[in-house]
């Protein structure tokens, strides 16, 4: 079948000192693990996760990961001082990779402000698109299409290296993931009397 790995983002910006962030890796509803808000180290929630991948790997994705969310912080905190946007506000990002049965796969990222569709990210084209026109998602989009670096890390990520760990955690996790029977809830009812 077809299978999605999302990495889900919340920051608030309280002011310009302190970021509030939250993350959360899902494989489909699976939730993999999450972000510790203070370490900003991954936290795995289902048993197989750690496993499948060397701990060399998942030490790299953590630096990562802590890269940028220091420089995804840095350029919110500047964006929202060049353009007067006031605190507390709050940004979400929401990314990840589609593995289709016949092996191919599509990225995805799209970026949230105050609960708001903002700006996703084009990967054939490499291209931020708006998805409201303002003045402040003009500049984020501008800003982040001028960081040659963070767009291609971007591109990097979710062609190879997203599609190549789903595979192994669809490998690990297969058990999980093929589940016959979808989760079944339990109602207690009272008669009338």
């Known amino acids: 079948g077809t299978f ?5 983002q919340t920051s608030t910006f309280q002011n310009t000192s302190f970021v509030d962030t939250e993350g959360l890796g899902l494989l489909e509803d699976i939730e993999l693990g999450s972000l ?10 289902q048993p197989w996760v750690h496993p499948a991948l ?12 802590k890269i940028y969310l220091q420089q995804f912080n840095h350029l919110i905190n500047e964006g929202a001082m ?27 990222a799209y970026v949230g402000y105050n609960g708001q569709d903002f700006l996703s990210f084009d990967v054939g084209n490499a ?32 062609n190879d290296t997203c599609v190549d760990d789903m595979e192994v955690l669809l490998h690990y996790g297969k058990a999980a993931v093929e589940r016959q029977e979808p989760p079944v809830a339990t109602v207690f009812a009272r008669t009338p009397s």
């Open 4 to 8: 999605t790995i999302r990495l889900l």
């Open 36 to 45: 510790d808000k203070h370490t900003w180290t991954i936290r795995f929630y």
């Open 54 to 65: 060397p701990r060399s790997d998942w030490d790299t994705i953590e630096n990562m990961i």
């Open 82 to 108: 060049q353009k007067d946007v006031p605190y507390p506000f709050v940004a979400q990002c929401m990314a990840g990779c589609k593995l289709y049965p016949n092996r191919t796969s599509q990225a995805f």
């Open 127 to 158: 291209t931020w698109l708006l998805s409201q026109d303002t003045k402040l998602s003009r500049y984020v989009q501008a800003v982040l299409q001028n960081s040659t670096a963070f767009s291609e890390l971007v591109e990097v990520l979710f």
